[in-house]
């Protein structure tokens, strides 16, 4: 892994290569330059001062810098740092010449969802750059003239000597721009037809795949493949799996961005969880020598059970020697050794007792026996995360007696759909009315409410009003899902974060008053335990955002007397699983266990059935989360340990 330089004098490539080791032989599986970075923010930096070095440089020359530009998540912090860089140090864009690659088709730019009004809202508006030089796809041509409009787009790139730089983002079906697979390598500026998967990833910005459009205009391989210089960045585990294949693949038109292996100056810029199925990251010892830390060594063991489909304790010294692990064995002696030590200290995280064992040795035991009773906090992203995530530990938290406090982050109000807030409010105008209340004024609510949905057009904002009434339905959810566990109301506290609050799935940056009213929270509470989602593939990134605040809270407090005694515990949300390498705690439900569980994740009635934003996965949340318990479980029992109807997992964090 790369030590990230820590000042901008390190902002280029090759000195943050240098500081590799093992280069060429930890590298001899890729087939594309390749730079991992711990975090995106600092990759995102990396980027955005090549693309300003390349501005500058071109117009020292007294020439036009060509740029073909992204959109998604993946660009956000680029373009961040060169809006920065525009207002702090005076970077210009008056010789920049842009290109987009791609726009949905039909679209309409002024629409929430166009590229145009992305590329707006993220860059063009904060820079000096000529309007006339932006060039974006248009989603709004008639459609007979889409073929000569998409030729002319495709001549103008040609116009002005090709692109200089393009900077790319990888979808989860490995196209580029919208070159969907199938595409072909001499492909040029056209509309195509989009993938099933890409309309699922879209359809969060679109309140649902159906309203994603089928179609979009995007350049092509061929006129990404002519530009000098490439950069694609990906960020997130979501995108390690076609990252790797990519990569470490073969060129196929299966995965179209495996064609960048044949650019002679291409980069790709991954964050860690992009990075994860890379052979150097995720099985290094195959790749050459390896460092046997023992974060490394657990990982080993566990793969190579997988591997061999053996239980620890029948590993042999031959298993080892096989698949690369020689040096590993030397080391310890011999493999029972080390089958033993690893055994243990997997068995070790397994525990019935999530806030401790009270008069129990706990030397060896995840959390510490003293005090007996714990302040636990858990904080929820959206309103259901804490019982669909640990709804089995914090039962057992309530009944061994701790106070156990749950801090609802956001509000999740735009995950509701609109003919909920009609029927609340049409309860709310009957039940005023059966109390003999005003009949008007009951009646025009419900009828005003009624009106603000049905006028609402796909894909816009509601109403201030429907946004609250989303909210209050999500929190007496929540709150139902408390009384069940058997939490008084009093321990739910409703955060309602700032940053989410923009009825869009885009967010507003996360802002002094979020991290202040975590901060409070904590203070109030001062909690010997906090349960925190480290669930980082959140495909809207509120989970991602939610953590790292109470992070930032934690460096805030870690000097206050009662931090120096509280523990952190990430736990996973929906999407995805600690590797049982990751664990540092697991708690075992028993069938009855996961059962209460699955009631108390009932009580989320606008998240069950068909939700608002269910991703590409048909499966409902609980039945999401009680496969992955199960399968923890069962990853545990073949590894040789016992055998549990389902388990949940916890990382600690260490601070
Ligand atoms: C965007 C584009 C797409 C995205 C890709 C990744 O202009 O052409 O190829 O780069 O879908 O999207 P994110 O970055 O949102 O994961």
Redesign the pocket.
């Known amino acids: 892994m790369i030590k990230e330089p820590v000042n901008d004098s390190k902002m280029d490539y090759r000195s943050i290569e240098h500081e590799m080791c093992g280069l060429n032989e930890e590298k001899r599986f890729e087939k594309i330059h390749t730079i991992i970075f711990k975090k995106s923010t600092l990759a995102s930096k990396v980027v955005a001062h090549e693309i300003a070095e390349l501005i500058r440089l071109k117009e020292a020359n007294n020439e036009l810098c060509i740029l073909g530009?992204?959109?998604?998540?993946?660009?956000i912090g680029v373009y961040n740092e060169l809006v920065r860089m525009h207002k702090e140090e005076g970077l210009s864009f008056q010789h920049v010449v842009t290109f987009?690659?791609?726009e949905y088709y039909p679209m309409q730019t002024n629409s929430l969802q166009s590229?145009w009004y992305f590329m707006h809202e993220y860059l063009f508006d904060h820079i000096d750059i000529k309007p006339e030089h932006i060039n974006i796809p248009n989603g709004t041509i008639a459609e007979e003239d889409v073929n000569s409009y998409c030729n002319e787009y495709e001549e103008k790139i040609t116009s002005y000597g090709g692109l200089d730089l393009q900077i790319?983002?990888?979808?989860?079906t490995g196209?580029?721009?919208?070159?969907e697979p199938g595409s072909h390598i001499n492909s040029i500026t056209r509309m195509v037809t989009l993938d099933q998967l890409?309309r699922e990833?879209?359809s969060g910005d679109f309140y649902g795949s159906a309203n994603v459009p089928r179609r979009a205009i995007?350049m092509g391989i061929g006129t990404i493949m002519k530009a000098q210089r490439v950069i694609l960045?990906?960020?997130?585990e979501s995108?390690a799996s076609i990252v790797a294949k990519t990569v470490e693949g073969n060129i196929t038109h299966h995965v179209p961005a495996t064609y960048l292996q044949n650019h002679n100056n291409a980069t790709f810029v991954l964050d860690e969880g992009a990075s994860a199925d890379l052979k150097r990251i995720h099985t290094p010892w195959l790749v050459g020598s390896c460092t046997w830390d023992e974060y490394t060594t657990k990982r080993a063991v566990i793969w190579l059970c997988q591997t061999v489909n053996k239980p620890i304790l029948k590993l042999t010294d031959r298993d080892y020697n096989e698949y690369g692990m020689n040096d590993l064995i030397s080391s310890y002696g011999s493999s029972y050794d080390l089958n033993i030590q690893m055994f243990n200290t997997i068995q070790r995280t397994i525990t019935g007792w999530p806030g401790g064992k009270p008069n129990a040795d706990d030397s060896q035991r995840p959390e510490r026996a003293n005090p007996a009773q714990k302040r636990a906090i858990i904080f929820s992203p959206h309103p259901d995360d804490d019982v669909i995530s640990m709804g089995g530990t914090f039962m057992r938290l309530h009944d061994q007696g701790h106070e156990v406090h749950v801090a609802y982050q956001t509000s999740g109000n735009i995950a509701v759909f609109d003919e909920e807030v009609v029927k609340y409010a049409n309860f709310y105008s009957e039940l005023k009315s059966f109390n003999h209340a005003e009949n008007e004024e009951s009646d025009s609510f419900y009828e005003n409410i009624k009106k603000a949905v049905l006028d609402k057009k796909p894909g816009s904002i509601d109403t201030a009003e429907v946004r609250r009434i989303k909210g209050l339905i999500r929190r007496g959810e929540a709150r139902a899902a408390c009384r069940f566990v058997g939490i008084p109301d009093k321990r739910a506290s409703f955060l309602d974060l700032p940053f989410y609050e923009t009825g869009k799935v885009k967010k507003k940056p996360v802002g002094k008053e979020d991290l202040e009213i975590t901060i409070d929270i904590l203070r109030r509470i001062k909690p010997h335990q906090i349960f925190t989602a480290g669930d980082l593939s959140d495909p809207h990134g509120t989970h991602r955002v939610c953590l790292e605040l109470i992070f930032q809270a934690i460096e805030v407090l870690k000097n206050e007397s009662w931090m120096k005694d509280c523990y952190v515990w990430l736990y996973r949300g929906a999407w995805h699983e600690w590797g049982v390498e990751d664990i540092d705690m697991v708690v075992p439900l028993s069938p009855d266990q996961l059962l209460k569980k699955r009631k108390a994740i009932f009580n989320h009635q606008s998240q069950k059935d068909n939700v608002v934003f269910q991703g590409s996965d048909n499966r409902e949340f609980w039945q999401r989360v009680e496969d992955r318990n199960r399968n923890t479980a069962t990853q545990y029992n073949q590894l040789g340990l016992s055998e549990y109807e389902a388990m949940e997992a916890f990382k600690r964090y260490y601070f």
Do not use: V
Request: aromatic content about 10%.
């Open positions: 530009l992204a959109t998604g998540s993946s660009p987009n690659l791609d590229y790319l983002g990888i979808g989860r196209h580029i721009g919208f070159n890409t990833d879209a995007t960045m990906a960020w997130g995108k």
